[in-house]
């Protein structure tokens, strides 16, 4: 799956989440169930709910006892997101395992996945910049417009290099490593504030 491919996934379900525009609301999918594309969408979905989230929490009036909740709903969130790259990470280290390394191949900063999460990641931001982009005053809308133009530059650039990495892994020019996150916050056994309870 090429990477304009994902992008436009990622947008179609940025699209759908904002026609109920609810943090609530049920992810529902139009892929069919244990696909790629439905991991995809998942991950998507994931990535802008808690993007709302973070946005809910933001307002200085917020009470304090709903802020601790959406605090709690966020780190879960991550979580989930994490694990969803993974599982995205997994899929490519299937596909490339067999994959010889040429000599001198190299390794690369980043996993396919997590340059993927900043693809969903972009989504999310030409969509709301889009509507930033025809709101309010011409200064609001001009400087709006002109980070627009930037974050689709950087779709055209984050597009080719995904899809320049994928090429690199698959031909043996680049070698694919996966390091687990090992996060510890939400770990009753490796948080100190957790487990010394």
Same mark, same amino acid.
């Not at 709910?49 to 969130?77: C, F, G, M, N, T």
């Not at 995904?162 to 390091?179: E, T």
């Given at each position: 799956?090429?990477?304009?491919?994902?992008?436009?996934?990622?947008?179609?379900? #940025?699209?759908?989440y904002h026609k109920t525009d609810s943090v609530d609301a049920p992810?529902? !999918?139009?892929?069919?169930?244990?696909?790629?594309?439905?991991?995809?969408?998942?991950?998507? $979905? #994931?990535?802008? #709910?808690?993007?709302?989230?973070?946005?809910?929490?933001?307002?200085?009036?917020?009470?304090?006892?709903?802020?601790?909740?959406?605090?709690?709903?966020?780190?879960?969130?991550?979580?989930?997101?994490?694990?969803?790259?993974?599982?995205?990470?997994?899929?490519?280290?299937?596909?490339?395992?067999?994959?010889?390394?040429?000599?001198?191949?190299?390794?690369? !900063?980043?996993?396919?996945? $997590?340059?993927?999460?900043?693809?969903?990641?972009?989504?999310?931001? #030409?969509?709301?910049?889009?509507?930033?982009?025809?709101?309010?005053?011409?200064?609001? =809308?001009? @400087?709006?417009?002109? @980070?627009?133009?930037?974050?689709?530059?950087?779709?055209?650039?984050?597009?080719?290099?995904?899809?320049?990495?994928?090429?690199?892994?698959?031909?043996?020019? =680049?070698?694919? =490593?996966? %390091?687990?996150?090992?996060?510890? %916050?939400?770990?009753?056994?490796?948080?100190?504030?957790?487990?010394?309870?």
């Amino acid at each position: 799956m090429k990477a304009t491919e994902m992008y436009d996934l990622f947008a179609k379900q #940025v699209s759908e989440y904002h026609k109920t525009d609810s943090v609530d609301a049920p992810m529902s !999918t139009p892929c069919a169930d244990g696909t790629f594309e439905a991991l995809l969408w998942e991950k998507s $979905w #994931v990535d802008t #709910v808690q993007w709302h989230l973070e946005d809910l929490i933001r307002p200085d009036d917020v009470d304090p006892v709903y802020a601790l909740q959406l605090k709690r709903r966020i780190d879960a969130s991550n979580q989930h997101r994490t694990n969803l790259v993974e599982r995205i990470d997994d899929h490519y280290m299937a596909e490339f395992v067999q994959v010889t390394p040429q000599p001198g191949a190299r390794l690369n !900063t980043e996993t396919p996945a $997590w340059a993927i999460d900043r693809l969903s990641i972009l989504a999310l931001k #030409v969509y709301h910049f889009n509507i930033e982009a025809h709101r309010g005053d011409e200064a609001h =809308r001009t @400087k709006c417009q002109q @980070k627009l133009d930037i974050l689709l530059t950087q779709r055209a650039d984050l597009t080719a290099a995904i899809d320049q990495l994928l090429d690199d892994l698959a031909a043996g020019r =680049r070698i694919m =490593r996966l %390091y687990r996150q090992m996060k510890m %916050y939400n770990d009753p056994s490796l948080n100190p504030e957790l487990y010394k309870k």
